[in-house]
């Protein structure tokens, strides 16, 4: 695998990750489980700067 | 490819001199990546809306007794029948059955699935969603068919005077 790939895969992983969690919070609101939407919630903030960090880390590989 | 570059000294306006296409500076591997991290903190801030109604919800607006509604009068409400109302907010529907000569059973009845009006059928004795066909059963309001997975809240109902009011709304038992 190229190395300058790796900075694509890991958003793209966050996002896919972004997106499980933000349908878990849903899910869990209706059910009325409030704890679990603040812990999927804030999973899904906590995701924002990974990703920035991500970035910024992978953003000057070479191949 | 002609010598234009080989000249001395090399004519550049910018940095972009050895971009071929249009827009091709959009379209390489960091400007994906920052769309990706985009998109992460479109998701990171709209989860905040989620995550401050549950902890109204948490720290204790959630049970709140709602004002008893009328419904109708219990003479308006043949057996078999339904009618629907608003329970407990102006915006959220409701329908109730009257089963027997004094069970009744009330539901909001939005979908659970993507929230389209639930109505009853009567003749085949089950709600059903008009939108893609989800059923649901009339005694529990669990999901029986289509696309719903939970069960519909089930509003606690109560017969005072020959009128029915809506008491509150049932939490799920987890
Ligand atoms: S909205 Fe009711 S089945 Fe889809």
Redesign the interface.
């Known amino acids: 695998m190229k190395r300058?790939?790796l900075?694509?895969i890991i958003?793209?992983a966050?996002?896919m990750m972004?997106?499980v969690?933000?349908q878990y919070?849903?899910?869990q609101?209706?059910?009325?489980?409030?704890?679990n939407?603040?812990i999927?919630?804030?999973l899904?903030?906590v995701?924002?700067p990974?990703?920035?960090f991500a970035?910024k880390k992978?953003?000057n590989m070479r191949a | 490819m002609s010598d234009k570059n080989n000249k001395i000294p090399f004519n550049e306006d910018n940095y972009t001199h050895n971009i071929e296409r249009n827009n091709e500076r959009k379209l390489d591997r960091r400007g994906f990546m920052k769309t990706l991290v985009g998109a992460a903190g479109v998701f990171a801030v709209s989860s905040l809306p989620w995550g401050a109604v549950a902890a109204k919800e948490l720290m204790g607006l959630g049970e709140k007794e709602y004002p008893h509604k009328k419904i109708t009068e219990v003479s308006n409400l043949p057996i078999g029948d339904a009618v629907e109302f608003k329970f407990p907010g102006d915006h959220d529907d409701a329908i109730l059955i009257r089963l027997s000569e004094n069970k009744y059973v009330a539901y909001q009845n939005a979908c659970t699935h993507l929230r389209c009006p639930v109505f009853w059928v009567k003749e085949q004795g089950e709600m059903i969603c008009p939108c893609h066909h989800g059923k649901f059963d009339v005694e529990t309001g669990a999901p029986t068919a289509g696309p719903p997975r939970r069960p519909l809240p089930e509003i606690q109902v109560k017969v005072e005077n020959g009128s029915i009011y809506a008491v509150r709304v049932k939490r799920y038992e987890a």
């Open positions: 300058k790939y900075g694509v958003l793209a966050i996002l972004n997106i969690f933000t919070m849903v899910h609101y209706y059910y009325e489980n409030y704890e939407v603040l999927f919630g804030g899904n903030i995701l924002f990974l990703a920035v970035y992978t953003i």
